[in-house]
């Protein structure tokens, strides 16, 4: 079976801070990795994806993640996070069929 | 993303009743699955259908039930509703494709009192 561990449930950053958010994952097999995020009272977005080739991943809204499959991690990173990223997000792992959600973690950027 | 549509968008029932959930999609994806969000849980699958004959059980497929009426609808019931079923209700689509990206709909708020 799949799971996926995100280390933080609540991050609290200022405006031009870095961000860079954990997961790791289990799975025995060849794994796809996502992160995804939820605006207030949004549905899920996707922000990026790894599935093979370069693990610096870059996604919308200059968000990377780099898979290190050593550490089993899948680490969200963005050098300077804005108020607007505000927003939930979740680290998610697809094995043979089905995707498994991290918790989540909710960002706050304050102006 | 308007490709995936739910309806109703917020419903409050009682304890008891029957509800359906209804999702359609016009991505054109064979793949269609159903989470519940709760607050510091993320998304748990309920139930997915690869396609209109293959419907499988998720995570927490207890208290509910589906149906894949045609490749663009997968409807959830909940055959009796109970307070702890109240939570954010998320139909996605994929294709087929395990590199494939899930697409949400706006989900359901479903309270149960």
């Known amino acids: 079976a799949q799971s996926v561990s995100q280390h933080n449930h609540h991050v609290i950053l200022s405006e031009a801070a870095s961000l860079e958010l954990g997961c790791n994952y289990s799975?025995?097999?060849?794994?796809?990795l996502f992160w995804y995020v939820q605006y207030p009272g949004q549905h899920l977005q996707l922000l990026l994806k790894?599935?093979?080739?370069?693990?610096l991943v870059k996604g919308i809204k200059g968000f990377e993640a780099e898979f290190i499959k050593s550490k089993f991690s899948f680490n969200l990173r963005k050098p300077s996070v804005q108020w607007s990223d505000t927003a939930e997000y979740f680290c998610?792992?697809?094995?043979?069929?089905?995707?498994?959600f991290g918790k989540g973690t909710m960002l706050l950027v304050s102006p | 993303d308007a490709d995936v549509t739910q309806t109703p968008r917020n419903r409050i029932t009682k304890t008891g009743k029957r509800i359906m959930l209804e999702c359609s999609q016009t991505?054109?994806?064979?793949?269609m699955y159903w989470y519940r969000q709760d607050p510091g849980l993320g998304l748990q699958l309920i139930y997915y259908?690869?396609?209109?004959?293959?419907?499988n059980k998720g995570e927490i497929s207890d208290g509910y039930s589906v149906s894949r009426q045609a490749q663009a609808k997968f409807s959830l019931s909940l055959e009796s509703a109970i307070p702890n079923q109240t939570a954010l209700y998320f139909c996605?689509?994929?294709?087929?494709?395990?590199?494939?990206?899930?697409?949400f709909g706006p989900g359901t708020r479903l309270t149960v009192l």
């Open positions: 996605a689509t994929s294709g087929r494709s395990s590199t494939d990206t899930q697409y």
């Open positions: 259908s690869f396609d209109v004959k293959d419907i």
């Open positions: 991505k054109g994806h064979d793949r």
């Open positions: 799975y025995g097999g060849t794994v796809n």
């Open positions: 998610a792992v697809k094995g043979y069929s089905t995707l498994t």
């Open positions: 790894y599935f093979s080739g370069d693990p």
